[in-house]
């Protein structure tokens, strides 16, 4: 009788260790369900293919740069400026590739040079002189937007046709665009279970000193999320320009506060140690059907906001408790 109550007791703690982890991811997918719910019954346009296939785009903008943010906040870091990084790609791009074709390869070459460039000095700022992660990337939000609204404050440049025709290429009924993110999600997930890099990062984030002493290349890897999250950063400035055709400064701006709201609702914890590439997914959905809905139903945009605020607030509070 002893050994039955302690079995059960085994299991409910397992039960409760178990929502405690998945349960964020859980809500988040059942409250996607509902917004299609709701989306279905108010909206004829809704569920038709072209409507779907632009809430795919549009969440694989903002999920690119969320999996990169995941990488960083695994260990307990943040960037805040991948939003201006965006806004520095696009331009950086356009103007490089000025509408040539030849100028094509250049162009990627020097923006993705650009974000891995931003991201080794975030990761030297933070190893090297010590500096909170949120301190440094709020200093690089700033210098990134100011340099970006220095070039210029209109758009400038431009993509070359091809590059502009990427935009719309689909692969069956998929845009291209999302499948891109498909391929990235699956590699994340990938590299999060099966490789030392992944592992690395649940370690750190999880406990900084029982990490160290363990033989975790901490600096290293600290390299590499912020390499990594500055890399998608402009990789999605890439992918706005072959959206816009142009350079336009206007992009990018909130982009940052974006991918932590997605992060974190998705289930990741803001302290660190824990989180997954198919919550953040379920978040970047939830935010992207979310915006496509109130659109649609066409609430105001600054109500828009108010609701993305509470969203924040709500996920905050949720794992709050935790960093106790």
Not at 98 to 125: S, Y
Not at 206 to 229: D, F, H, M, Q, W
Not at 299 to 308: D, W
Request: proline letters at 2%; aromatic letters at 8%.
């Amino acid at each position: 009788m002893n050994v039955s109550a302690r079995l059960v007791g085994e299991l409910t703690d397992s039960q409760r260790l178990f929502l405690r982890r998945y349960g964020p991811i859980f809500a988040v997918y059942g409250f996607i369900v509902v917004l299609f719910i709701i989306g279905a019954t108010q909206s004829e346009r809704f569920l038709t293919l072209r409507n779907l296939t632009n809430v795919a785009r549009q969440s694989a903008f903002l999920g690119i740069v969320a999996l990169g943010q995941m990488l960083v906040i695994l260990t307990a870091g943040i960037d805040l400026s991948v939003g201006s990084l965006v806004k520095l790609s696009i331009l950086a791009s356009a103007i490089v590739m000025n509408g040539e074709v030849g100028n094509q390869g250049a162009a990627i070459a020097a923006t993705l040079g650009l974000g891995l460039a931003v991201g080794l000095v975030h990761g030297f700022l933070v190893n090297e002189v010590k500096i909170a992660p949120f301190i440094v990337t709020l200093a690089s939000l700033g210098i990134l937007r100011g340099i970006s609204l220095s070039i210029s404050t209109s758009p400038v440049g431009s993509a070359s046709r091809p590059f502009i025709m990427f935009y719309v290429q689909k692969l069956g009924p998929m845009p291209i665009i999302a499948v891109l993110f498909g391929l990235l999600l699956l590699l994340t997930a990938l590299m999060l279970r099966y490789t030392a890099f992944g592992k690395y990062l649940y370690a750190i984030g999880g406990n900084l000193e029982v990490a160290r002493l363990s033989g975790v290349p901490i600096k290293a890897v600290r390299y590499g999320v912020y390499a990594l999250c500055s890399l998608s950063a402009s990789v999605t400035g890439l992918l706005w320009l072959s959206r816009m055709g142009v350079g336009d400064p206007a992009i990018g701006d909130g982009i940052e506060l974006q991918t932590i709201t997605a992060v974190i609702i998705g289930g990741t914890s803001l302290f660190g140690g824990r989180g997954t590439v198919i919550g953040t997914l379920g978040g970047v959905l939830l935010l992207g059907i979310t915006a496509n809905l109130l659109v649609m139903l066409g609430v105001n945009q600054f109500v828009q906001g108010l609701i993305q605020g509470v969203i924040i607030v709500a996920a905050v509070a949720l794992y709050k408790q935790e960093g106790d």
